[in-house]
Nanobody
Framework: QVQLVESGGGLVQAGGSLRLSCAAS????????MAWFRQAPGKEREFVAA????????YYPDSVKGRFTISRDNAKNTVYLEMNSLKPEDTAVYYC????????????????WGQGTQVTVSS
């Protein structure tokens, strides 16, 4: 079992930055692929970023590439999402997710989820 707790969300103006954190319980964090997803009101949850166990593979969709950076600290059991040049369309609840196996951008491939943290970008 892996329990995930996100933090760092909030209200920011367009063009601003936020750093999300996701703290994981358990001693097997380093065995898990970690990812961030987001869900805006009335929309389906979408992939934001994923990072392999030792950070050798990192993936982003085009919508956030160049603006968002995912990283992890296996010693602290934490994954981060640095978000820069934020846009109003980035407004969503951001979820941290974990899985064993290979990196994927498919939501159903992740077994463990946090409760989410709200990010609101004002124009």
């Amino acid at each position: 079992q892996v329990q995930l707790v996100e933090s760092g969300g909030g209200l920011v103006q367009a063009g601003g930055s936020l750093r999300l954190s996701c703290a994981a319980s358990g001693r097997t964090f380093s065995n898990h692929v970690m990812a961030w997803f987001r869900q805006a009101p009335g929309k389906e949850r979408e992939f934001v970023a994923a990072i392999s166990r030792s950070a050798e593979y990192i993936y982003y969709p085009d919508s956030v590439k160049g603006r968002f950076t995912i990283s992890r600290d296996n010693a602290k059991n934490t994954v981060y999402l640095e978000m820069n040049s934020l846009k109003p369309e980035d407004t969503a609840v951001y979820y941290c997710a974990a899985r064993l196996g290979v990196v994927t951008d498919v939501e159903t491939g992740y077994n463990y989820w946090g409760q989410g943290t709200q990010v609101t970008v004002s124009s």
